[in-house]
Nanobody, 117 residues
Framework: VQLVESGGGLVQAGDSLRLSCTAS????????MAWYRQAPGKERELVAVVNFGTYYADSVKGRFTISRDKAKNMLYLQMNSLKPEDTAVYYC??????????????WGQGTQVTVSS
C-alpha cells in the first residue's frame, strides 16, 4: 500500500484547509485510517481516526473532520478555525486488516501545514 498526502500549505489563523490522502496498491488490506501530525521538536501525535466510527484528539475536536471514501481510496481531513499550534507535518496512516497483509502500518511522506498568527 502506498499513501500520498496533498493539500498542505501556509495559511493564516482562522483559515481552513483540506488535506487529502490517496491510497494505492493492495487497498483491500486497509482497515482503519488516520491522520497524525508532528510539530518541530515534538513527538508524532494522533489527530483523528476513522473506521466504523471516528475519534478526534481533544485539541482538534469541533474544528477538524476526518472522512473516508473507500470507493475512491481517499482519506480527507477538513481543518477549520486553524490555529498556529496546528502547525506541523501531517501524515496519513493506514492499519492493515491482518498480518497476512502486513505487520506494520503504512505511512505517507507527510504534508506541511503552517498557520501564521
Amino acid at each position: 500500500v502506498q499513501l500520498v498526502e496533498s493539500g498542505g500549505g501556509l495559511v493564516q489563523a482562522g483559515d481552513s484547509l483540506r488535506l487529502s490522502c490517496t491510497a494505492s496498491g493492495d487497498t483491500i488490506c486497509i482497515d482503519a485510517m488516520a491522520w497524525y501530525r508532528q510539530a518541530p521538536g515534538k513527538e508524532r501525535e494522533l489527530v483523528a481516526v476513522v473506521n466504523f466510527g471516528t475519534y478526534y484528539a481533544d485539541s482538534v475536536k469541533g474544528r477538524f473532520t476526518i472522512s473516508r471514501d473507500k470507493a475512491k481510496n481517499m482519506l480527507y481531513l477538513q481543518m477549520n478555525s486553524l490555529k498556529p499550534e496546528d502547525t506541523a507535518v501531517y501524515y496519513c496512516n493506514a492499519a492493515p486488516v491482518d498480518r497476512d497483509c502486513a505487520r506494520d502500518d503504512w505511512w505517507g511522506q507527510g504534508t506541511q501545514v503552517t498557520v501564521s498568527s
